[in-house]
T-cell receptor, first 115, second 112 residues
Framework: DTAVSQTPKYLVTQMGNDKSIKCEQN?????MYWYKQDSKKFLKIMFS???????INETVPNRFSPKSPDKAHLNLHINSLELGDSAVYFC??????????????FGPGTRLLVL | GNSVTQMEGPVTLSEEAFLTINCTYT??????LFWYVQYPGEGLQLLLK?????DKGSNKGFEATYRKETTSFHLEKGSVQVSDSAVYFC???????????FGKGNQVVVIP
C-alpha cells in the first residue's frame, strides 16, 4: 500500500535517448510534483499539476515534458537525454486546502544515469 | 522569495550524542516548516512539521520548534543512534504556494 510510487527506480541510458518516468499516488491528493535532486543533494522543483492542470513550470529545458492523465498520475518524459540530466527525480503529492493538509509526500525517487 | 538556510557541512557524532541541526528561513507570507529525512539510497520521508509559531513538531525522538522571532526551526535529538545516519533537509512552504523551498541538507553520520 505504497502512498507515492515511481517506476523505474533506476534508469541507465545513453545520451540522446528518450525516456519516461512514471509516478502514481493512492492518497487521493489533487496536486502532484516533480523535483530534481542533483549530485550535491540539492532539491529543486520542476513541475506541479493540480487536478491535471499545470500550475508550476520552473526554468526547465523543454526536453522535459510532464503529463498528467488523471489526478493520481504524473509522468515525466525526457527527450534527447544529456549527461547533465543525471540526477535523482522525485515525485510528490499533496492535497490543497487548510495549511495543515498541505504537506507533500514523496516517492522513493528514480535514479537516472546518462552515459 | 522563500529560502531556507542550513548550516554548512556534514555532521559527524558518536552514538548517544546530542544532535542539533540549524535551520533559518526567509519567507513572504506565513510559512509552514518541515524537516525531511533521506536515508541512504531511499526517498524523502517527512520527519516532522510545524504550521504556526511556537508549535513543536516531534517524531522518532526528534524535535523542532517554530520560532517566528528568530525565523528558525532547528532540529534536535537528545541521543542519536547509528540508524539516524541520513541526510536531513529543512523546508518551508507558504500557504497557497505549492513550491517547497529546501535547504541544502545536512549529512549526519553517527559512529558507534
Amino acid at each position: 500500500d505504497t502512498a507515492v510510487s515511481q517506476t523505474p527506480k533506476y534508469l541507465v541510458t545513453q545520451m540522446g535517448n528518450d525516456k519516461s518516468i512514471k509516478c502514481e499516488q493512492n492518497l487521493g491528493h489533487d496536486t502532484m510534483y516533480w523535483y530534481k535532486q542533483d549530485s550535491k543533494k540539492f532539491l529543486k522543483i520542476m513541475f506541479s499539476y493540480n487536478n491535471k492542470e499545470l500550475i508550476i513550470n520552473e526554468t526547465v529545458p523543454n526536453r522535459f515534458s510532464p503529463k498528467s492523465p488523471d489526478k493520481a498520475h504524473l509522468n515525466l518524459h525526457i527527450n534527447s537525454l544529456e549527461l547533465g540530466d543525471s540526477a535523482v527525480y522525485f515525485c510528490a503529492s499533496s492535497q490543497t486546502g487548510h495549511r495543515e493538509q498541505e504537506t507533500q509526500y514523496f516517492g522513493p525517487g528514480t535514479r537516472l544515469l546518462v552515459l | 522569495g522563500n529560502s531556507v538556510t542550513q548550516m554548512e557541512g556534514p555532521v559527524t557524532l558518536s552514538e548517544e550524542a546530542f544532535l542539533t541541526i540549524n535551520c533559518t528561513y526567509t519567507a513572504t507570507g506565513y510559512p509552514s516548516l518541515f524537516w525531511y529525512v533521506q536515508y541512504p539510497g531511499e526517498g524523502l520521508q517527512l520527519l516532522l512539521k510545524a504550521t504556526k509559531a511556537d508549535d513543536k513538531g516531534s517524531n522518532k525522538g526528534f524535535e523542532a520548534t517554530y520560532r517566528k522571532e528568530t525565523t528558525s526551526f532547528h532540529l534536535e535529538k537528545g541521543s542519536v543512534q547509528v540508524s539516524d545516519s541520513a541526510v536531513y533537509f529543512c523546508a518551508l512552504r507558504t500557504y497557497g504556494n505549492n513550491r517547497l523551498a529546501f535547504g541544502k541538507g545536512n549529512q549526519v553520520v553517527v559512529i558507534p
